[in-house]
């Protein structure tokens, strides 16, 4: 009988059920025998009553979801739920679902509420400890119930306003103290450069009007027979430039275990570092087609910006630095993580004089083999080999790095120097 009725629940609908328990009722009404006349009789109306109070329990309710605005990787929170009862009947064994939970702490939420007062209300809890990074939003709750005789489930679903922001988890490290040193120059992201003395000569440009006239450069003006202005970058106050490559093409990996989420979180260590100092730190990323400048000196700030952040980037590193060249500033100490193994001797003519950092997110590894197009271990090995024989300081990261002993070891100068000794030795 129960493999029977369990078929039925899996395969058929609510009116499979009314037209079985209605020709039952009518065989009994024809066959003329009264017990089984009354019986088939039973069996309708528990059909019926079934139906109609399974559906009577989910109307008039309505759900509110409380939690906080922010939370942190791996660290614990609660979750709150309100269920509102809006009917002057009472409600019974509702089973409340939230699929936020299984979205943000990969784990169930399966509430059970026993009993609504009429116009009253139910607090719930539970608590979890966020996995991955990110912004989480418009996830459902799902009402269900199969009152009052476990025949039928009903079920309805709520969209709560609202969103989760989870900040990427940052193990603080040990930063050299210059890093801590506000002299860097920078230009503004999305405006124009305008010309000061200020800053590093960046180029030479069309004059435009209402800019300052005595910063013409004539000789040009002459030569183009139109005015040209000399192009200055223009001041910041942050020390550092981290450029966060997050390309698309050159990434691999699920979830935590993803080449991005070790970039951003190694990204996320340098900015709590930094800004523990009370000083700024300046971002350099993608959004999809185009390059993202930001600059912070709050540190919430900067980690919600790395919690935002998709992996949608779509253009080749030394490209972005190209593009950006005002941002790179002499005074200006760069760290640059990227996925993606570039060309040694192309980054050093970008580069120039300028001190750069260069992380590689090993993606090769991360992928574990199934994707055949990204760049393989060996090439970042010698990627990274030819960078530091360029006097480019650079490390990998592997899916078992410790991010906060990779920074270590490419920021300190103790270690650089004694790999140089054994290198001379």
């Known amino acids: 009988m129960k493999k029977i009725i369990n078929f039925f629940k899996q395969y058929s609908g609510e009116s499979t059920y009314i037209a079985l328990a209605v020709c039952l009722y009518l065989l009994g009404i024809n066959t003329q025998i009264g017990w089984f006349f009354l019986l088939t009789a039973f069996i309708l109306a528990v059909v019926l009553i079934s139906l109609y109070s399974g559906k009577k329990q989910l109307t008039r309710l309505s759900v509110e979801r409380m939690m906080p605005q922010a939370a942190f990787e791996g ?85 709560p306003p609202g969103e989760l922001v989870v900040y990427p988890s940052a193990p603080r490290i040990s930063l050299p103290a210059a890093l801590g040193q506000n002299f860097a120059w920078v230009s503004i992201s999305g405006k124009k450069n305008y010309p000061g003395k200020s800053g590093d000569f960046l180029s030479i440009r069309e004059y435009q009007p209402m800019e300052d006239t ?14 040209m202005i000399k192009e200055f970058t223009i001041p910041s106050s942050s020390p550092l430039l981290v450029i966060l490559h997050n390309y698309q093409k050159i990434s691999a990996g699920e979830k935590k275990l993803h080449s991005l989420e070790y970039g951003i979180r190694t990204a996320a260590s340098i900015a709590e570092s930094i800004l523990a100092r009370n000083s700024s730190i300046d971002f350099l990323s993608l959004e999809g087609g185009k390059t993202n400048f930001q600059s912070f000196t709050n540190r919430i700030s900067a980690l919600e910006f790395l919690a935002r952040m998709e992996n949608d980037g779509k253009i080749p590193l030394l490209e972005i630095l190209q593009k950006n060249i005002s941002l790179l500033s002499r005074e200006k100490l760069l760290v640059i993580i990227s996925p993606e193994p570039v060309d040694p001797q192309a980054l050093k003519t970008i580069l120039r004089k300028r001190k750069a950092y260069v992380l590689l997110i090993n993606a090769a590894d991360f992928a574990r083999g199934v994707n055949q197009q990204l760049p393989t271990k060996e090439t970042y090995l010698k990627c990274a080999d030819n960078l530091r024989k360029l006097g480019i300081r650079s490390e990998i990261i592997d899916p078992g790095s410790d991010i906060k002993e990779s920074l270590h070891n490419l920021l300190s100068n103790n270690h650089y120097e004694r790999n140089f000794q054994q290198m001379e030795k």
């Open 214 to 227: 005595k910063f013409i450069h004539w000789k040009t003006s002459a030569r183009q027979g139109r005015l």
């Open 75 to 159: 660290e614990e929170i609660a979750i709150n739920l309100i269920l509102y009862n809006q009917d002057k009947r009472r409600k019974n064994l509702i089973l409340i679902e939230d699929l936020l939970a299984q979205e943000v702490f990969e784990q169930s939420s399966h509430l059970m509420a026993e009993e609504i007062a009429p116009l009253g209300k139910l607090h719930l809890s539970y608590r979890g400890r966020p996995l991955l990074r990110g912004v989480y939003r418009g996830l459902k709750i799902r009402l269900t119930t199969a009152y009052p005789f476990g025949l039928f489930e009903k079920s309805r679903e709520f969209s």
